[in-house]
Structures are given as C-alpha cells and as structure tokens.
C-alpha cells in the first residue's frame, strides 16, 4: 500500500476489487458461474479462430511475430508463440475481428475479448494451474461487467469495452502472477492510467475497431507487470476528482462493489447470434422473421422503415459504404444488415466477407431503407420498429426488444454448438473434428489442468 496515501488506499474502491481478485479462489465461485465462464471461454477461442485470417489480422501476426521475443504464449489459430503482451494483443483482435463475440447484458461492452486474451497469456507464461486461471478468468470478466454496468447513461462514447476492459484485464493478470492486494491495487490504478479508446472507430467503421480489445488486453498485461516491478498507482482511481466518474462518465460507486464476492456478474453476458455488431441484431432477427413469415424477396421490398434508439443510430445509423474496409462496413451498418438478410435470408460468416458486403443486389436495396430515431428510446441494442411495405402485402410491422441470446430471447443449444464448430473449422488454420473435441474436452476440464502452458498441445 502507498505509505503516502494510507487512508485513500485503505478505503478506495479499487482497494476492495484488488482484494476481491487477489483471493478469490475457485471454491468459492458458484458451480453455474464456472461453468459460465468455460461456455464464454469457447465461445471466444472460436470466433478468434475464425477471426485470425480476417482482414487486418495476418498482417498483424506477421508484425508482431517479426518482432521477435520469447515465445512465452500461444498466438491462437496459428502454430507459433509470442511474448505474453504480444499474445494478449493478437489474441484479442482476432477475438474482436468478426464482431462475434459474447456482448455484456447490462451495458454496451465486450469482456472476454479483453480479459480472456489477457489472462490465457500470463496464465501460459506463468504455468499457472487451472484452477487459478479460471478464477483469475471469472474475477477479471466480473470486475469489467461491474465497471461497465455502473456507469449511468447517456454514453459520452468512449468505448467501455477499452476503457474497463483494461481494468478487468489488470486483475485477471495480477491474479495469475500471484501479487498481493496491495501490489494488485497499484496494478489496477496502473490499467486506468493506459485507459482509452473510442467509439468512432465503430462510427467511421475501419480496421481500428478490432484494436479496442487489443489494446486494454496488453495494458492490462503490462499494469501488472508494472506493478510486479514495483511501480505505484494512485488509490481512487474510480471516486477521485480525475478518476474513472469524472473523466468518462458519471457512476454509481456502490454498483461496482455491491455483494463483491457475493453475486458474479461475470455470466451476465449473451453469445451473439450473428457476426455483427449489436446494435444491428434486433433488426437482424426483425426482418428474417418478416422475410420468412411473408416469403418476401427483394424485389416485392418497396421501402423499409427502422426506427431505433438514439445509441444504435449513432453506433450503425450512418450510410452505408463498402468503402476500403467492406468487413467492418457491413459490421456496423444497420441498412446492409437489413438489406442483406432480405437479399439472402440470414447473416453468417459468409455475410460479411468482401463478395457479400459488395453484393449488387444488397447494394440495390440499401437505399430503400430508412432509420430513424425515436428520441425517447435509451436503449443500447433494442427496441427497434421495423416497417416494411411490400407490393404483395402492402405494410407489415415487426416490433423486436430483445437481442437473440438474451435471457429474454436465448439460443437454442444446438446453434451454439454449431456456431463453435463452423467458426473452429475457420480461420488461418481451421482444426478438425478430432482437434475440436480436444479443445471442447479441454475447456470443460479446465480445473483439472496443472499447468496451463501445456493447454494448447495436441490442438495447435
């Protein structure tokens, strides 16, 4: 603890959720929790499979790989390894490339492409068991949802998935490297000190996007590295007069550490139906039910209206141009994703590569539909109110308020499955059938793992 600050520190809130992470220990984590973060965990190592030959990623293997280093973690999806901040960083924008990822419940952030790339890194370079990985997973993933979650509407447009992700990541890490609390406050103090990122980059959709888990994951790597070393961090790092509330966005303290220890929030996250950002699923699920309710083909489609929060105009609200990045374009545009789930039917993997996202037939329909905003909505990913005039059946509506893979709205289990499989099959080096059980068997037996540095043999 900071002799200089000792009442600070002794009362600080980052004091209280470095404690937390310093000494949860897999026992006391709830079964469903546990099993939570394994089903998140694959989720995650699937559509980072599948993401590392999305455009932008092998480039970014090649650099880091160039760069040389111990190979102190795996690089997923490739047969290589890199230093562990150099793992996390690459690791975490291949989990981010496709928009694929599991999505927080109660606020617009994505955890375990932070935290996840974060924490299997220093876990391989520390040779950690998987006990400890696996509680150093849940208090990271439960920590970032804290953060997230405590923060008090309207969004100021930081991005939250940067900005606590590092400092979800920062706990995890400091978990793993066995730091005290005291050493794991001054890592998290030492996160918030990296903490950044926008959302223009979802607004201007460009490659920057895949970076805003990838950079907290390293920081946070770093953080506690930092701390290790002996480097201080300011205490009220969240409360203070140039803390997390006052620089980002207002809060509630006492959310962010309401029952710590007691009720995890690490499993309130949903595992995404589609490849594309949240904001556009409602939308998504709105117009395929039309489509297949009324057998619709684009050219009965005469106009189409979507009326949505002030939030998912701002994020995929914007017109829609393939421009030089048609990946990220068609994963941030709520006309393309209406457009193309009218042109085809659904909107998968194949959906977002270059050919679907410069479709001329998806490109002919996209001026037919208009968004709107209904000021008075506040919501982050629903409702949405979709009005669709076709020349057979003159104006249909379809209200959605709730983004498949919800509580509200769950996944059938078997499209998990499927979606883990087809994104494993993937990706720079797709695994086969055999490989995929290996690593299913491997997740599910992650508590049985004496060191997590031996995690990726037989699978990569």
């Known amino acids: 603890m900071d002799s200089a600050v000792p009442d600070e520190a002794a009362q600080s809130i980052a004091t209280s959720l470095a404690t937390y992470a310093a000494t949860l220990a897999l026992e006391r984590i709830p079964a469903p929790i546990a099993q939570a973060a394994r089903l998140f965990m694959l989720d995650t190592l699937a559509v980072a499979w599948a993401g590392s030959d999305a455009p932008g990623c092998p480039a970014l293997h090649r650099m880091l790989a160039a760069d040389g280093g111990p190979g102190q973690a795996c690089a997923w999806g490739h047969a290589d390894r ?38 299997l890194a220093v876990a391989q370079w520390q040779r950690a ?3 400890d990985f696996l509680a150093a997973l849940v208090a990271g993933c439960d920590i970032t949802c804290r953060i997230a979650a405590s923060m008090t509407p309207p969004h100021r447009g930081f991005a939250y998935t940067s900005v606590a992700g590092v400092i979800g990541a920062a706990a995890a890490a400091a978990r793993l490297m066995r730091l005290d609390g005291a050493t794991t406050r001054h890592a998290l103090g030492l996160a918030f ?21 990838a950079f907290p994951a390293r920081a946070g790597v770093l953080a506690a590295r930092l701390a290790a070393a002996g480097f201080t961090a300011p205490a009220s790092v969240f409360e203070g007069e140039c803390g997390l509330y006052a620089l980002y966005q207002p809060g509630d303290p006492a959310r962010l550490t309401e029952a710590l220890g007691q009720r995890f929030d690490s499993d309130a996250l949903s595992i995404k139906a589609y490849p594309s950002c949240g904001c556009n699923h409602t939308a998504i699920a709105g117009t395929l039910a039309l489509a297949h309710a009324h057998d619709l083909a684009p050219e009965d489609v005469v106009a189409v209206e979507a009326t949505v929060t002030p939030y998912m105009a701002r994020i995929v609200g914007s017109a829609y141009d393939p421009g030089e990045d048609p990946q990220a374009a068609a994963q941030f545009s709520l006309t393309y994703s209406i457009a193309c789930a009218l ?23 996209v001026p037919r539909i208009v968004v709107k905003v209904n000021a008075d909505w506040t919501g982050t990913r629903g409702p949405v109110l979709l009005r669709l005039h076709s020349r057979r059946h003159g104006w249909l509506e379809r209200r959605v308020d709730h983004v498949p893979g919800t509580a509200e709205s769950p996944l059938d ?40 540095d031996r995690f990726f043999e037989g699978i990569v």
């Open 413 to 452: 289990p078997a499209a998990i499955d499927a979606k883990i499989a087809e994104c494993l099959g993937r990706g720079a080096r797709p695994l086969d059938t055999v490989r995929i059980a290996r690593l299913r068997e491997r997740v599910e037996s992650l508590h049985e793992i004496e060191d997590m």
């Open 193 to 213: 000190l990296q903490a950044g990122g926008t959302q223009q980059a979802n607004i201007e959709p460009t490659l920057a996007k895949r970076l805003l888990a």
């Open 343 to 365: 042109v085809r039917r659904r909107l998968g993997l194949a959906e977002i590569e270059a050919e679907a996202a410069t479709d001329p037939r998806i490109l002919a329909l």
């Open 129 to 131: 068991s998987g006990r």
């Open 82 to 119: 890199l230093p562990v901040g150099d793992a996390a960083f690459l690791n975490a924008a291949t989990a981010s490339a496709l928009d694929y990822d599991s999505l927080g419940r109660d606020a617009p952030v994505h955890v375990n492409v932070v935290v996840l790339p974060a924490a």
